[in-house]
C-alpha cells in the first residue's frame, strides 16, 4: 500500500555539524519524486533519513518531522527496524549477498522475519522478481550465486528483494550511477512500472534522468562552503525543467553551475 511522506522542517546533523537546514516537502502516494543539486548539498542525507538510515552513522541526529500517513517515524515508539522494513533502500552500487543464491537473495528480508514456508518463499520470489523485470532471465539459475549477474541484473535483484517485503515507499540512492546506458534504461522503465504500486523517492545526478522518470522534483543546492544542504524548490517536474520559479534551479538546470 503505497503511502505519503510529509518532511516537515527538517535539520539533519553530524555530530555538530549542521548537515541539512530546515527542508519541509511533501511526496503523493504513487509517484516518483527526484532529489537533484550539486555533490554535498544534503540529497542523499535527506534521502537516508525517511527511512532512519541516517541515525546508524554514529553522532548523526534528525530534528523535525518525517510523516508516512500522517505517522511520525521518529516517534519514540516507533521501531527503526520496523521503518526500514516499511521503506525500502535500493543503494547505488549494487548490493546482492554475493555467495548467496538469487532465491535467498530476493527472500532474505522474508526469512529475516521469521517466514520459513517454503511454497509462499518461491511465490514471493516469483512475483518480486517479475516485479524487477528479472523473472524470466534468471528463472532458471535461482540456486546460482545472486554475484554472478551483471551490474544491472544484480540491481534489479537488489530492487526484488527491496520489493519482497511489500514496503509502502522506495528509496533509490543513484541507482543507476554505477550501470552501463542499456541496464540504466531497464531500470527506469521499472521505476515507471513500480510507481503503480509503490512511493518511490530517486537521488540522481542525471537530470535528464529526473526529468525522464519522476512525476516531481526537488532541488538542493548550498548556500555555502561549511554552509548546510538547503531545499531551494519542489514543484512537478516538468515546470522545475521548463520554467522554475528560482534562479538558482534554473542555473543548475542549464549548467551554468553544479
Not at 59 to 74: M, Q, S, T
Not at 109 to 117: D, Q, T
Not at 210 to 238: H, I
Request: proline share 6%.
Amino acid at each position: 500500500m503505497a503511502k505519503r511522506i510529509d518532511i516537515k522542517d527538517v535539520n539533519i546533523y553530524y555530530g555538530k555539524f549542521h548537515a541539512v537546514d530546515s527542508v519541509t516537502l511533501s511526496v503523493p502516494p504513487r509517484s516518483v519524486t527526484a532529489f537533484i543539486g550539486p555533490s554535498g548539498c544534503g540529497k542523499s542525507t535527506v534521502l537516508r533519513s525517511l527511512n532512519r538510515m541516517h541515525e546508524v552513522t554514529p553522532g548523526a541526529r534528525v530534528e523535525g518531522r518525517v510523516l508516512l500517513d500522517g505517522e511520525d517515524i521518529y516517534a519514540p515508539s516507533v521501531d527503526p527496524v520496523e521503518v526500514r522494513r516499511t521503506i525500502g533502500m535500493v543503494f547505488q552500487r549494487p548490493n546482492p549477498f554475493p555467495t548467496m543464491s538469487i532465491r535467498d537473495n530476493v527472500v532474505a528480508g522474508l526469512k529475516l522475519a521469521g517466514v520459513r514456508n517454503r511454497k509462499k518463499l518461491d511465490e514471493v520470489c516469483e512475483r518480486s522478481l517479475r516485479g524487477a523485470n528479472l523473472w524470466e532471465e534468471v528463472k532458471d539459475r535461482l540456486d546460482r550465486p545472486g554475484g554472478g549477474l551483471s551490474g544491472g541484473q544484480q540491481q534489479r535483484l537488489c530492487i526484488a528483494r527491496a520489493i519482497a517485503v511489500q514496503p509502502d515507499v522506495l528509496l533509490m540512492d543513484e541507482p543507476c550511477s554505477a550501470l552501463d546506458p542499456i541496464s540504466t534504461l531497464a531500470i527506469e522503465d521499472l521505476i515507471t512500472e513500480l510507481k503503480q504500486d509503490f512511493t518511490i523517492v530517486i537521488v540522481t545526478h542525471n537530470m535528464q534522468q529526473a526529468a525522464r522518470v519522476s512525476d516531481q522534483t526537488a532541488f538542493f543546492n548550498l548556500a555555502g562552503v561549511g554552509q548546510p544542504g538547503r531545499l531551494v524548490e519542489v514543484d512537478d517536474t516538468e515546470k522545475i525543467f521548463s520554467n522554475p520559479s528560482q534562479k538558482a534551479t534554473e542555473d543548475y538546470i542549464s549548467g551554468r553551475f553544479g
